[in-house]
Antibody
């Protein structure tokens, strides 16, 4: 059974940094691109970043480009999101998701974690 | 970036109704359009991909259509567990973008 488990969320002061982790289980992790999506309280979904299976290609949304860095360690079956210069508007539930096949971006997020809450206090 | 416009933003329906949600892209995206369902407090799950292909395990009462810029998600014979918010998402190019969602209230 495919499972994704996020961790690393919490309360952080404005201007601070946080690193989220997402561990994958039940599939060959290195064969799949991964992505991060967030959802601010009461708001819709916002795509943040994606990374290829080998980790050599990364993609970012405009709102996080230059502040967030996605990476992965396939030996640990884990993808990371390093978040710097955090602001109140970054407060959200952060989801990691698996992309269904290698042909990014023409694919879908077929498995999602339960999410981890990041709260940025001003 | 490609803008995705969903309508309506919310709707009220009864069990057994047929529900239609529309999504319009700001430029042509071929058939690179996915639909997700999000139940309150839960992670999203994909229902339809490539505009009209049903994701494995999703009930057949869900269907999708469209290409180019205009797309539709249809729920036939609405069930109580379909109370949720539905999002369209373009996968034509990065950055991926989502519609603002349609909340379906039973």
């Amino acid at each position: 059974e495919v499972q994704l488990l996020e961790s690393g969320g919490g309360l952080i002061q404005s201007g601070g940094s946080l690193r989220l982790s997402c561990a994958g289980f039940g599939f060959t992790f290195s064969n799949y691109a991964m992505t991060w999506v967030r959802q601010a309280p009461g708001e819709g979904l916002e795509w943040l970043s994606g990374i290829s299976g080998a980790g050599g290609i990364t993609y970012y949304g405009d709102s996080v480009k230059g502040r967030f860095t996605i990476s992965r360690d396939n030996s640990k079956n884990t993808v990371y999101l390093q978040m710097n210069s955090l602001a109140a508007e970054d407060t959200a539930v952060y989801y990691c998701a698996r992309l269904s096949h290698i042909a990014v971006p023409h694919t879908r997020a077929d498995y999602w974690g339960r999410g981890t809450l990041v709260t940025v206090s001003s | 970036d490609i803008q995705m416009t969903q309508s309506p933003s919310s709707l009220s329906a009864s069990v057994g109704d047929r529900v239609t949600i529309t999504c319009r892209a700001s430029q042509t995206i071929s058939s690179y359009l996915n639909w997700y369902q999000q139940i309150p407090g839960k992670a999203p799950r994909v229902l339809i991909y490539a505009a009209s292909t049903l994701q494995s395990g999703v009930p057949s009462r869900f269907s999708g259509s469209g290409s180019g810029t205009d797309f539709t998600l249809t729920i036939n014979s609405l069930q109580p567990e379909d109370f949720a918010t539905y999002y369209c998402q373009q996968s034509y190019g990065f950055p991926w973008t989502f519609g603002r969602g349609t909340k379906v209230e039973i």
